[in-house]
């Protein structure tokens, strides 16, 4: 069965400040797909990133960067130089091949100026 | 492109009421999904569709139907209104071939208050 775990529910930084979203999975699959996504105040869902599981190459995009390793089942997001703009919820999700999306509960943050 | 639209965007029902949530979209994605969004539980998945004619159910279908006569919609029934049904309500969309799935694209979402 596929599963997501975010263990930090809430986490508050000050402006500048890195910090890094945690993420771990579960599943039996060999082939799967790991997903990033935003939620701001305003409530839409914004697609961050989406990682294959054959391809463990680190991300950079801007400020962002995902780590993924399968060693660990994790798949971490940092925010570097965090900024107010970026406080939002943000959501892991799992996804077998062709199997349905499983997302995590989310973790809060909050950039405080 | 419109992408992902949904409607309406609020909505109020009485217990007992029974209404449609619309979804569209316009990128001739296969699949479709519906979750609802509760506090602290992330997205869980209600129904979805591989493609027109095609439904199934996803990990909390009680209480809601489904179908897909186009590839362009996606409305999700509330057969008869519950407030353990309150929720935020999204639709999403991917494009799919076989058994590979592309990222999701959301809609906006409804949010739906049963008193």
Known sequence: AQKVTQAQTEISVVEKEDVTLDCVYETRDTTYYLFWYKQPPSGELVFLIRRNSFDEQNEISGRYSWNFQKSTSSFNFTITASQVVDSAVYFCALMDYGQNFVFGPGTRLSVLP | ?115
Request: with cysteine; charged share 15%; glycine share 10%.
């Open chain 2, 1 to 115: 492109n419109a992408g992902v639209t949904q409607t309406p965007k609020f909505q109020v029902l009485k217990t007992g009421q029974s209404m449609t949530l619309q979804c569209a979209q316009d990128m001739n994605h296969e699949y479709m999904s519906w979750y609802r969004q509760d506090p602290g539980m992330g997205l869980r998945l209600i129904h979805y569709s591989v493609g027109a004619g095609i439904t199934d159910q996803g990990e909390v279908p009680n209480g809601y139907n489904v179908s897909r006569s186009t590839t362009e919609d996606f409305p999700l029934r509330l057969l008869s209104a519950a407030p353990s049904q309150t929720s935020v309500y999204f639709c999403a969309s991917s494009y799919s071939r076989g058994r590979f799935r592309d990222e999701q694209y959301f809609g906006p979402g409804t949010r739906l208050t049963v008193t």
